[in-house]
């Protein structure tokens, strides 16, 4: 689907519904096509967080040091 700047800022609404769907819409400004809007890729059923991100934390980030000292 293409839609002119002018019909995306006032349908933007119907236009994610659309994306959201599966659809890719093409945007253009006269008959230059400028911008498209897509879908962002998310891993079905879980919230992507940094911390989810593959090597954004060490390995051993939830063990104790072994030089820990703990308190008294």
Known sequence: MEVTVQEAKTQLSRLLRRVEAGE????RRGREPVAMLVRVPTRPGKRQIWGDLE???AADFDET???F???A
């Open 24 to 27: 890719e819409i093409v945007i």
């Open 65 to 67: 040091p072994a030089d």
């Open 55 to 57: 090597g954004a934390m």
């Open 69 to 71: 000292d703990p308190y």
